[in-house]
């Protein structure tokens, strides 16, 4: 066969593998999910089908293949199906340049990059992640509009205001990492870090943590899965989805978190690097998954520890944080590349920068409080429970959380008395 | 090469026919479909032609530009008519126009492809140059050197502009506020 | 043969794949469609009044802002990877841009286009 061949022969059986392999991380990714949240609230999660629920994931597709697929009657037909197809579509293409190891891990022939771990080296890179990402939008939209449904087009106007307010800062977030690669090719830039000896986390400290909340943003997960909050929406753009149609988009949305999780590792932390440890057959993958296993725990843990922030909130933050934020960690970034002072002087400000945001956080939410505690004793104040502090508070404030204060609060309530804790 | 050749004949039929679905789809949302399609087709023209680079911006600004049109449609149009552009009639002198546009336009352009004029223009612009430099830097690349080398005045006059459309859009925001 | 070919192909084979499966929606499952099954989800009660009206404004102002910061944001980045090569030129560049740029940020900001409620 010419080489022609092969190289087609290569990408279509890489796609193969690559569209296989992210349907089945997706599919134990809602069980890790779930055995992991369960453990967070002292649960056991679902354990029954095989040994640690193994056939868990088994069992949910089959129950979903053969549920009833409901078509409303208020919906528009057309659009209500292609919805969910457009989120997975788009989720799976956006895979194509995300590179699990270097371009020459089986040799240097033709045929052997041929069959390099990614399915295409771009010189767009992350730019066409970012652009084919953009389009995600589209599926939760028109799910909503689609439905005939008060809840879901709510959802979807949400999700179309959230989604664009964090693409913005996303581009510029990753600007200063793209200065230090000078590339767009996301193997290029694994390649610049290794030159450099240097992983772009040290240089690009706010960098990351700037991309990495709007990642969470553009994906809906929680602290910001507005679109499809529960309490407030019943499931927004998913309300009137059923079978499958419904796990396509859960399918999408897991599959956006790997994508998410791959572009921190590889932009941030070496993607299949290791140092040292490189030249070991079989590692470059290894590193790569357990960089995106780590990043795909955080997006756990996040979900299990935040509760969803107000829509207010989320805008503003998006507007008047990420993006003035991103826009001085770019400026700076750029008068360091382009005095060629050393990574350090960016990582050195940048860490600056978050903790000096950590602190006015800390502050704020300290005064906050102090003011509420006065509220209360201006306007709940009983005399049932004084605290030693001088504020009168209902007793079912979180404020007196020791058991013991609790439990003689409590009591001196019932009693009417007042009482001191300390 | 063939290939190409097919793919240019196909593309443009969906190009085309997604303009027209545009234009003659009634419900709103259907028309922005319409649009992406034919956004997503000229996408793939650039890719055609090797400009990568391009080809991705095109998606990336537009898919967010389109997304703009459906605010527009659930904030603005009217919601009883099942988001029919209602109103034709009063809108009738515009088709004048607009045909008169276009066909101004289709002349314009097939009297400077016929007449050798656009080639001229491409090789005074020094296509065979910037040719070069994506082979040897990349796309991107060459881009940005055109760009922030040879354009960078009208680049930051864009950015002028820019400003003229927050402008536009914090006053349309404000007065349509205004109103309720 | 051209870099990009292996992410059309696999864009084409994700295609298939989410075609595929809403035509399987079609033919797997049980079809038992009744009026309250397919009318729209109302928390039990009906429907009072179709759900297509007009939405507040700010949406769409946002979407608006979107665009222009996107334009601003995507420039940046043939800028960013030559930051190296174009040096303090660059960077100059970069300033006067941002500059451009963040004034009517501010602007924005101080008309309360980002406050809701």
Avoid at chain 3, 1 to 20: D, K, N, T, W
Wanted: net charge positive; glycine share 8%; proline share 4%.
């Amino acid at each position: 066969m010419s080489d022609l061949a092969w190289f087609l022969v290569a990408a279509v059986v890489k796609s193969i593998i690559a569209i296989v392999a992210l349907l089945t991380a997706f599919a134990y990714m809602t069980l890790i999910e779930r055995r992991v949240i369960a453990r967070f609230q002292r649960r056991v999660g679902p354990n029954r089908a095989g040994p640690f629920g193994v056939f868990q994931p088994l069992a949910d597709a089959i129950k979903m293949a053969f549920k009833e697929h409901i078509l409303p009657a208020k919906a528009s037909s057309f659009v209500f199906l292609m919805a969910p197809a457009i989120s997975v579509f788009v989720a799976l293409t956006a895979f194509a340049v995300v590179p699990l190891g270097g371009p020459t891990p089986w040799g240097t022939s033709a045929i052997a990059r041929a069959w390099a771990p990614y399915i295409a080296d771009l010189n767009v890179g992350i730019l066409y992640i970012l652009s084919i990402s953009s389009l995600a939008v589209y599926g939760i939209v028109l799910a909503g509009w689609s439905s005939g449904n008060h809840y879901s087009l709510l959802g979807a106007l949400r999700s179309a205001a959230q989604m664009v307010s964090y693409e913005v800062s996303i581009g510029l977030a990753l600007a200063g990492v793209l200065m230090f690669a000078g590339t767009l090719s996301m193997v290029g830039i694994v390649e610049a870090q290794v030159h450099q000896g240097i992983w772009f986390i040290l240089a690009q400290p706010l960098g990351f943590f700037l991309y990495a909340i709007a990642a969470i943003a553009e994906v809906n997960r929680a602290p910001f899965d507005l679109p499809e909050a529960e309490q407030e929406l019943v499931a927004g753009y998913l309300t009137e989805f059923s079978g499958l149609r419904w796990s396509l988009f859960q399918m999408a949305e897991y599959i956006n978190m790997i994508t998410a999780s791959s572009v921190l590792a590889t932009l941030f932390f070496g993607g299949w690097t290791l140092g040292a440890l490189n030249g070991v057959l079989g590692a470059p993958f290894i590193w790569y998954f357990i960089k995106v296993a780590f990043f795909l725990f955080v997006f756990i843990w996040l979900r299990a520890t935040l509760p969803r922030i107000r829509y207010d909130q989320l805008m503003r933050f998006g507007w008047q944080v990420l993006l003035p934020l991103s826009v001085v960690n770019a400026l700076v970034t750029a008068a360091v590349v382009a005095f060629g002072l050393s990574w350090w002087v960016s990582g050195l400000f940048g860490l600056a920068v978050l903790v000096i945001a950590v602190g006015v956080y800390y502050l704020r939410a300290r005064r906050r409080t102090a003011g509420q505690m006065e509220l209360a004793r201006l306007d709940f104040g009983t005399p049932n429970a004084t605290v030693s502090v001088g504020v009168a508070l209902p007793s079912s404030v979180r404020l007196v959380s020791l058991p013991a204060a609790n439990g003689a609060v409590d009591s001196a309530a019932e009693k009417g008395e007042p009482v001191v804790v300390g | 090469m063939l290939f190409q050749q097919i793919a240019f004949y196909v593309l443009a039929a969906v190009a085309i026919g997604s303009a027209l679905g545009v234009i003659f789809f009634r419900n709103a949302v259907y028309c922005m479909l319409s649009l992406i399609l034919n956004l997503l087709s000229l996408a793939f023209f650039f890719l055609t032609l090797e400009a990568l680079f391009v080809a991705t911006i095109q998606v990336l600004i537009y898919a967010g530009a389109v997304m703009v049109l459906f605010l527009f449609v659930v904030t603005m149009l009217a919601p009883s008519s099942n988001d029919d552009v209602t109103g034709r009639d009063r809108l009738r002198w515009q088709w004048g126009a607009g045909i008169g546009m276009g066909v101004i336009l289709a002349v314009a352009l097939c009297y400077a492809a016929f007449t050798g004029r656009l080639a001229a223009d491409v090789k005074a612009s020094g296509a065979a140059s910037l040719a070069k430099q994506v082979a040897s830097a990349g796309n991107t690349q060459a881009f940005g050197l055109a760009l922030f080398h040879g354009y960078s005045f009208p680049f930051e006059v864009t950015g002028v502009l820019l400003v003229i459309a927050v402008l536009g859009a914090v006053a349309l925001g404000r007065r349509s506020g205004a109103k309720e | 043969m051209p870099e990009y070919v292996p992410a059309l192909i696999l864009m084409g084979l994700a295609f298939l794949f989410a075609v595929a499966v809403m035509l399987a929606t079609f033919v797997l499952g049980p079809k038992r469609p009744t009026h309250e099954k397919l009318a729209p989800y109302e928390c039990g009660i009906e429907e009072v009044e179709a759900p297509r009206q007009r939405f507040p404004v700010k949406y769409l102002v946002t979407g608006m802002l979107f665009i222009i910061f996107d334009v601003e944001a995507a420039s940046v980045i043939p800028l960013a990877i030559l930051m190296r090569q174009l040096k303090v030129m660059g960077l100059v560049e970069l300033l006067i841009f941002a500059f451009i740029l963040i004034v009517p940020l501010v602007y924005v900001w101080r008309k309360g286009a980002f406050t809701w409620e």
